[in-house]
């Protein structure tokens, strides 16, 4: 079932071919909804992280339910405003902005700006002069906290890219104090997404909460406190806690430290996504090669690439009926010339069905997608209320090809 309808009957109502993405908006919707209502009466912003699942329809079921967004280009930010997210529920972030993308956020007049290093404040001041504009930011804190995850998706400790180091907040401070064009409202932290437990995030919070406080101490309140994001899911390994419980937590924190009334921000992405989307996709085959057995699927890395990227794992379920008791254990595997090309080894009926679908495929799916080989991206459908669909279909083969072959070539 999907949605409250089997998943073939709803592809054949909405005609795909395969492969393809399927979404439930309401229970994207729905788990937003939870997320929020852990934090209580406390003021707060859900901002969905843009980049989990840039899909139209999804962001503008999620602002439904209440969330704002968190954007990492002016690309996203347009996505976001075009979605009817308010510009002051909008944050953007990243370690190497563009002055056009700076300037978008400051004439849209976005709730913040994260300066992520200490040569960035000059940046944005600069831009907003040129604007003639006051710039709302805050500063995104490195913590210096190891969080239990992929080392490509922690983010928070000494060695990554992003954030301020602790050892550089003076100096941030003090750039900031000549700096009367920004307008400083809050510090911000991320330390890591897929987090399966809520201890290295409340450890961050615990830190930028006592920085919140140092920094009032001399200079007054701070409107917020950007908790960030990176809950985890459930992708068939376990995870034990849920977005609501980041919410709690971070509430109980709040109050126990003495935050307030500020407002707490957090960026979830594929917490809010990932379970809620599966990737369907045909089978072209199969083979056997030495002792393996092998199942080739018409969905590839090009569609799905956490595997190849991470070593991630995405359960590979049959879709169509079996004929039969029969099982066996094929490793299903994609059409890109790639040996990373792989899903992994899965039990599947013997013979295989036609079609297989692979689970929580809501969140950096479609929107890593990529034309690599010249294969063209996966349609997507969007399941509403009562079961009603829409379909996105855009980037065919012959569109690629076109776009390779139309690039005019200079003179040799």
Not at 304 to 316: C, F, I, N, Q, S
């Amino acid at each position: 079932m999907f949605a409250g309808e089997p998943l073939v009957d709803l592809l054949g109502r909405a005609g795909c071919p395969t492969p393809c993405y399927v979404y439930d908006l309401g229970a994207m919707a729905a788990e937003a909804r939870a997320l929020a209502a852990g934090f209580e009466d406390a003021p707060h912003l859900v901002a969905y992280a843009v980049k989990a699942n840039s899909a139209g329809p999804v962001v503008r079921a999620l602002a439904a339910a209440g969330c704002g967004c968190e954007v990492g280009s002016a690309a996203e930010l347009e996505l976001a405003l075009a979605s009817g997210v308010a510009p002051r529920a909008i944050l953007l972030s990243g370690v190497a902005k563009s002055d056009a993308e700076i300037d978008r956020a400051i004439g849209a007049d976005i709730l913040a700006i994260q300066l992520d290093s200490v040569s960035e404040v000059a940046r944005v001041r600069a831009r907003a002069v040129a604007a003639g504009r006051r710039a709302r930011v805050t500063l995104r804190v490195n913590p210096d906290v190891e969080a239990d995850t992929h080392a490509h998706i922690a983010t928070g400790h000494g060695e990554a890219k992003f954030g301020i180091a602790l050892d550089d907040l003076p100096e941030a401070w003090a750039e900031l104090a000549r700096a009367p064009e920004l307008a400083l409202c809050g510090l911000g932290g991320h330390v890591g997404s897929q987090l399966v437990s809520t201890d290295a995030y409340l450890r961050a919070a615990e830190r930028l909460f006592e920085l919140v406080r140092e920094r009032e101490r001399e200079h007054g309140p701070l409107e917020l406190v950007d908790l960030g994001g990176g809950f985890g899911i459930d992708y068939g390994q376990g995870c034990p806690v849920r977005p609501a419980d980041f919410a709690r937590g971070i509430r109980l924190l709040a109050a126990r430290m003495g935050m307030g009334r500020r407002r707490l921000v957090v960026e979830p992405g594929r917490a809010l996504v990932g379970p809620f989307g599966v990737l369907v996709a045909g089978v072209l085959g199969t083979k056997r090669s030495y002792a393996q057995r092998w199942l080739m699927i018409d969905a590839g890395m090009n569609d799905l690439l956490r595997p190849a990227l991470y070593g991630a794992r995405h359960r590979v379920e049959a879709l169509d009926t079996a004929t039969g008791n029969a099982r066996a254990t094929y490793r299903v595997v994609g059409p890109v010339c790639e040996s990373a090309d792989d899903f992994g080894a899965f039990e599947l009926p013997d013979p295989p069905p036609e079609r297989v679908l692979l689970r929580d495929a809501g969140a950096y799916g479609y929107t890593m997608a990529s034309h690599y080989n010249g294969r063209a991206l996966p349609a997507e459908i969007f399941v509403g209320r009562g079961g009603t669909l829409s379909v996105g279909r855009t980037g065919s083969a012959a569109d690629w090809v076109r776009s390779r072959v139309d690039v005019p070539s200079p003179p040799l």
